[in-house]
């Protein structure tokens, strides 16, 4: 778990590493702008929706959580459809789903279809765009991968900053209905994104090289990688950060406004907090591709998930619109540093071969923990009414996540000189030669045993 793992491709192509990566790049970035904004950016349209709708702003808010909900829940599913079909063509469907969604939903009559069609439909849609579009840019990065993924994580907040005052100019032109036609038309660049998805090719081989490797058989569904500690310490550890993780950015406009502070102040805080994690996100996967600090991935992560935590902390103390707005720059960085690190490190923990099973595992597993965390911070919010214990509750649910994966990591390494220690306890001492013909022999007689060929020290050389 502490190293990263050595890939070279789904058939044992090695990652270009650039060439069409950066049209890759690129692809990935927009998908990932459109899968984690959008569910913010549609919030913008509540007020008229509950003007026309004559319903209540939690009615209203299930929108954005059936979004996230399909975007993290469906992760088995986009798994099971990407080892069946491939990235490109499940990327495609999705492109069409999410913006039929958004389409179907300028006719909506009622908020139950509303949940149907932006919902269910568009948040099915980006589920099949985004983990497909990580899936193709670990298969061309790998010495540069922690940059690329700090470069497309980046599209989150990008696309944040520009997708809501784009919504709130369309509203006010067009309505809520023209505006969810014309965004249905934009999701249709998921299309475009979807044809860059171009597979990697094994090199073309002479008539005397012999016959191309085979492809090997993989299952739709890899639930071996629940064998692998890491994984386990990975996935544990990402769903309670999940927990308190996007608590903050929902509770901290309202805690402004309880503090006295202007609406329009209040609603600057999110972009300060945005503006921060556009920078934030590459310059941490810059930092992760360094030679010295790549090996030590995870516990760069443990840091930035104990920055975040701590950063919640402090920020229950401040009592004043200065105080959240130091708070906010700080959040913002140690957000940028897990967003950027959080998909980098499960890479390099499970590798090429069964990341897409294990994304789509570890999605399902926080899905779970969405639907729980901001919940009940508001919960905790109206039994208290005080601010500070919600963000008190949610830095130490991320601090708690920290402990785990950097204590598990740590054990995990642990272990391993004592299994090397095992290893050398059969090897031959090295004074004792070993004669070339009796290895031959020993080759020629060994018998294989369940189908594998043993392995003894003196054939491993």
Not at 42 to 59: A, C, N, P, Q, W
Not at 82 to 110: E, T
Not at 392 to 420: D, H, M, Q, Y
Request: overall charge neutral; aromatic content about 12%; glycine content about 12%.
């Amino acid at each position: 778990m502490g190293g990263a793992v050595i890939d070279e491709g789904p058939t044992g192509i090695k990652a270009p590493d650039g060439g069409w990566g950066w049209a890759i790049l690129w692809g990935c970035f927009v998908i990932t702008g459109f899968s984690y904004a959008f569910p913010k950016a549609v919030s913008v349209f509540f007020k008229e929706l509950m003007r026309e709708f004559g319903i209540g702003y939690s009615d209203t808010a299930w929108i954005s959580s059936i979004l996230l909900a399909m975007l993290y829940g469906t992760g088995p599913l986009c798994s099971v459809c990407v080892n069946r079909f491939g990235c490109r063509p499940v990327m495609l469907a999705g492109g069409l789903l999410a913006s039929l969604g958004m389409v179907s939903a300028s006719f909506c009559g009622s908020i139950i279809q509303l949940y149907l069609t932006t919902g269910v439909l568009t948040g099915l849609g980006l589920a099949l765009n985004f983990q497909p579009s990580l899936i193709m840019l670990n298969r061309y990065f790998n010495k540069r991968r922690p940059m690329a993924n700090g470069l497309a994580a980046a599209g989150s907040p990008v696309f944040l900053c520009a997708l809501s005052p784009l919504g709130q100019v369309l509203q006010d032109h067009y309505g809520w209905r023209g505006g969810f036609l014309i965004l249905g038309g934009l999701l249709l660049n998921c299309c475009v994104c979807a044809a860059l998805m171009r597979p990697l090719e094994a090199p073309r081989q002479s008539s005397g090289s012999g016959p191309a490797p085979q492809r090997p058989p993989r299952r739709l569904l890899d639930l071996s990688v629940f064998r692998d500690r890491g994984f386990v310490i990975y996935a544990l550890a990402a769903s309670i950060m999940v927990l308190g993780l996007f608590v903050p950015p929902v509770f901290v406009v309202s805690y402004a406004k309880d503090l006295g502070v202007p609406d329009t102040q209040a609603a600057f805080l999110l972009t300060i907090l945005g503006f921060v994690d556009i920078f934030a996100r590459p310059t941490a996967g810059f930092i992760t591709g360094l030679k010295k600090v790549r090996p030590y991935s995870v516990y760069l992560f443990s840091f930035a998930m104990f920055f975040n935590g701590f950063a919640d902390l402090t920020g229950s103390t401040a009592s004043n619109y200065g105080g959240l707005v130091v708070f906010c720059i700080f959040f913002g960085i140690s957000y940028g540093m897990v967003g950027a690190l959080q998909f980098e490190v499960l890479m390099a923990i499970v590798g090429t071969q069964k990341f897409s099973s294990a994304i789509g595992l570890v999605l399902l597993l926080e899905a779970i923990a969405v639907l729980i965390g901001p919940p009940s911070g508001g919960k905790l919010l109206d039994a208290t009414h005080v601010y500070q214990y919600v963000f008190i509750l949610a830095g130490a649910e991320v601090l708690a996540s920290s402990l785990v994966l950097v204590l598990g990591n740590f054990f995990c390494i642990r272990k391993r000189p004592e299994t090397a220690t095992e290893e050398e306890r059969h090897k031959p001492p090295e004074d004792v030669r070993v004669d070339s013909r009796e290895v031959e022999q020993f080759l020629k007689t060994e018998p294989e045993k369940n189908g594998e060929v043993v392995h003894t020290p003196e054939t491993s050389v």
